[in-house]
């Protein structure tokens, strides 16, 4: 696996004091559940962390997935192309974050090198990754089973941060697993679970 090339390391600028409360929680803690609104900074305090991380050498991999759940009723069908080419659509936001931490090339010769893995939520059972810094997004959409599926995952010296929004579900059902962990992960050591209010 081909080294991401040495650079002068850009630091998370919280705007917010919740911002600078879940970066915090993401420097001292192994794994962090974020709840809040669109637009309240999840993904930007992640995704940034993730890159600052990779940048230090402190991991050696950022994976970042989602359930693949359309945000509407109707149905889009099967996506063209390759596992890859299914989810990019998905993962745009996140992917556009990155690009304002790496240049664009290097973000895509990262994604080519399998520094930066994006992988649907459904397709990660039975892997464990090490030295990573793992982002779920859009947790809200995920059932019981598939929040602790994630979970499970965490390999040796990783990091997680798992974001979602309770009012945004797409489930007509399981609708409410990611509060339900939200509850049953708070206070335990290790784990710190944020609120975002705006």
Do not use: H, W
Not at 40 to 51: F, P, R
Not at 53 to 82: F, M, N, T
Request: with cysteine.
């Amino acid at each position: 696996m081909q080294k991401t090339e040495q650079k002068q390391v850009q630091y998370v600028k919280p705007l917010t004091p919740g911002q600078e409360d879940l970066i915090a929680a993401i420097a001292e803690n192994t794994i962090v559940l974020v709840c809040g609104p669109a637009g309240c900074g999840k993904s930007y305090c992640s995704v940034t962390m993730a890159c600052q991380k990779l940048a230090e050498g402190q991991v050696k991999k950022i994976l970042v997935s989602r359930p693949i759940v359309a945000s509407s009723a109707k149905k889009v069908g099967a996506l063209p192309g390759d596992i890859r080419e299914k989810i990019d659509p998905y993962l745009i936001p996140v992917m556009e974050q990155m690009k304002k931490y790496y240049p664009a090339t290097e973000v895509n010769r990262m994604v080519r090198d399998g520094i930066i893995e994006l992988a649907p939520l459904e397709l990660m059972q039975g892997r464990t990754f090490d030295d990573c810094f793992m982002i779920l997004d859009e947790a809200q959409n995920c059932d019981f089973e598939e929040l602790t599926m994630f979970l499970t995952r965490i390999g040796k010296n990783s990091k997680c941060v798992i974001n979602g929004d309770v009012n945004q579900s797409f489930l007509k059902k399981d609708s409410g697993a990611f509060a339900e962990y939200l509850d049953l992960l708070d206070g335990i050591p290790d784990i710190e679970v944020v609120e975002l209010l705006e």
